[in-house]
């Protein structure tokens, strides 16, 4: 069973208390989209909930589906981000995709034993079986990558991408899986995320107070809560598996409604 060592334990705080919480500036970003009345961000936040609870409920009952989409709604989230943040209007589902693959493959490829392990703790089963997939995922984001060169031979954007996404493999390489992911996931994705929300609220919302207010209110509760929860899984489970549990599956049913929020709503609307 997969044991957390020092520096992925501090890995799992850095993603609990800074990259779990970038999702906090949803009330910024429903602010954004017209959610400013309490009765409409009242609405937006009970619907946030039951997005959440559903996905967690769905977790229980089916892990490997769950797993297999959470996988899959990363690649597409991250991918977006890097898309966005590059301010490129065209091929945007080339470079969505190669980007998304990177972290996520390169982590499985560089640790592949430890990456199913983590993945046992999350689905609950054995889900080595996928291993031998692993080969046809590859093979799709060696195709994209390919692609993605052609495009940087005449986008220039995109030869920073490719330098981007290089740097990211070396690093996930010579860390182990949690650390890669939570450097990757804190101090990328978090950041492009962080700075395009606070650009534009800065420019389009008034009341600023609102968005620092609301930001750590859902803060706060998404730290309260996963204490909670690690508190209770502890009781039946090892320290590890509650905390990984928690900190996964958390994302997991975070994800759904941010991504709904913020791919498919707001980048429609600010991109």
């Known amino acids: 069973m997969y044991e957390l060592s020092t520096l992925s334990l501090i890995a799992l705080c850095l993603v609990s208390f800074i990259g779990v919480p970038h999702g906090s500036f949803d009330g910024a970003v429903a602010a954004l989209l017209g959610f400013q009345s309490k009765k409409r961000f009242m609405l937006f936040i009970i619907g946030y909930i039951l997005i959440s609870l559903a996905v967690i409920i769905f977790w229980i009952n089916f892990s490997i589906i769950a797993l297999n989409l959470f996988i899959l709604m990363s690649i597409v989230h991250f991918g977006l981000c890097d898309w966005s943040n590059m301010k490129i209007k065209i091929h945007k589902w080339p470079i969505t995709l190669t980007h998304g693959m990177n972290i996520i493959f390169g982590v499985i490829f560089f640790h592949t034993h430890e990456s199913f392990e983590i993945f046992k703790y999350l689905s609950n089963e054995n889900f080595t079986y996928m291993k031998n997939y692993l080969i046809i995922c590859y093979a799709f984001y060696i195709f994209f990558l390919i692609y993605y060169c052609f495009l940087a031979i005449h986008i220039q954007k995109l030869r920073w991408g490719l330098l981007e996404m290089l740097l990211v493999l070396i ?5 182990d899986p949690l650390t890669g992911f939570a450097l990757y996931f804190c101090f990328i994705h978090t950041f492009k995320h962080v700075k395009a929300i606070l650009a534009d609220t800065n420019q389009y919302l008034s009341n600023k107070r609102f968005v620092y207010t ?46 709904t929020l913020v791919d498919f709503f707001y980048r429609k609307k600010f991109n």
């Open 171 to 175: 690093v996930i390489s010579l860390l």
């Open 214 to 259: 609301s930001t750590a209110i859902f803060t706060a509760l998404t730290w309260i809560g996963g204490c909670v929860t690690i508190i209770y899984l502890s009781m039946n489970v090892s320290f590890d598996e509650s905390f990984i549990k928690t900190v996964f599956i958390g994302l997991a049913a975070l994800t759904l409604p941010h991504m």
